[in-house]
């Protein structure tokens, strides 16, 4: 009975929450939502002119023009650097350039960031993985697609299957032999040059590293949770230059051990919700600050 009332409680405030977004839309003028943004962002208790907004505009886009080979479509949300990708195509391609970490970003590590995880993010691309992340970039005006981040994985093996090397670090051992051999059937073709579990004992983590070193790989996915993984592949990063992945539970998702919101929570962008009531004891307490989250977008406190 408890969990049933905090479905319904926690549909009705999620509705209203997406209610006041919308009547901020449309009843705010698009200069005015521009000057709260930056006032927010960028200013202390000065707000910009409509002189200074387009201006502002007018060196985005000069920016972007001036250099074709970097992708400057980002906004800084709580200070976190998050970067809009309007298709996947346009995400693996610009990695591809970049090699550097891809991280995953949502509404809980954009409440939660730190000066460490903002360091690593910041350096590196973070994409929308989350609604939230999503609405807050749209808040700044820029369109970006949510990008799960246990597809995006699948996608990047998919597009370089013959032409890239790829290493894999995450789970127990069961999993990542799991792991390894569904992905030889569903990808003949992938090279993996190294592959190991995501327990790291005294010692292990000099191998790991002289292993990546050794070996190059030009993709490297680590499945290990945040910001564990995102530590281990600064480290990486220091050691090889490639293209890295923050995986988290994806490989759980992957072999079936752990199941996926259906199709429709996933089309609805109610996956969070799902994961709530499948996992109650689990994710209530992270999933409250979705509220709280959502509350600072309808304020413009990002």
Request: some cysteine.
């Amino acid at each position: 009975m408890f969990f049933s009332y905090l479905f319904v409680i926690s549909c009705l405030a999620f509705l209203i929450l997406l209610a006041t977004v919308e009547i901020r839309k449309r009843y705010f003028r698009a200069e005015a939502i521009a000057a709260l943004d930056n006032f927010a962002s960028n200013t202390l208790f000065i707000a910009p002119t409509p002189e200074s907004i387009s201006d502002k505009r007018e060196q985005v886009s000069s920016s972007s023009k001036s250099n074709p080979d970097e992708y400057n479509n980002y906004a800084y949300i709580n200070d976190v650097k998050t970067y809009a990708f309007e298709s996947r195509d346009q995400l693996l391609e610009i990695i591809d350039k970049e090699k550097k970490m891809l991280v995953a970003i949502n509404a809980h590590k954009i409440l939660n960031a730190t000066d460490q995880t903002r360091d690593i993010i910041n350096n590196n691309i973070g994409y929308a993985d989350g609604v939230g992340a999503v609405m807050a970039l749209k808040q700044k005006g820029l369109n970006s697609i949510k990008i799960p981040g246990c597809e995006i994985w699948l996608d990047l093996i998919a597009k370089y299957e013959t032409s890239k090397t790829f290493y894999f670090v995450g789970g127990k051992d069961e999993v990542i032999n799991k792991v390894i051999e569904q992905l030889k059937e569903d990808y003949p073709q992938i090279n993996i040059v190294g592959y190991r579990n995501g327990y790291l004992k005294e010692g292990d983590e000099e191998r790991l590293l002289a292993d990546i070193e050794e070996k190059k790989p030009d993709v490297v996915f680590v499945a290990q949770g945040s910001p564990r993984q995102e530590l281990l592949m600064m480290k990486m990063q220091e050691v090889h230059k490639a293209i890295y992945q923050g995986l988290g539970g994806s490989f759980d998702v992957y072999t079936g051990t752990v199941e996926r919101a259906p199709e429709i929570w996933v089309n609805m962008k109610m996956e969070w919700l799902y994961r709530w009531i499948k996992e109650p004891q689990l994710r209530t307490r992270r999933n409250l600050e979705l509220f709280k989250f959502f509350g600072y977008l309808a304020l413009f406190i990002f």
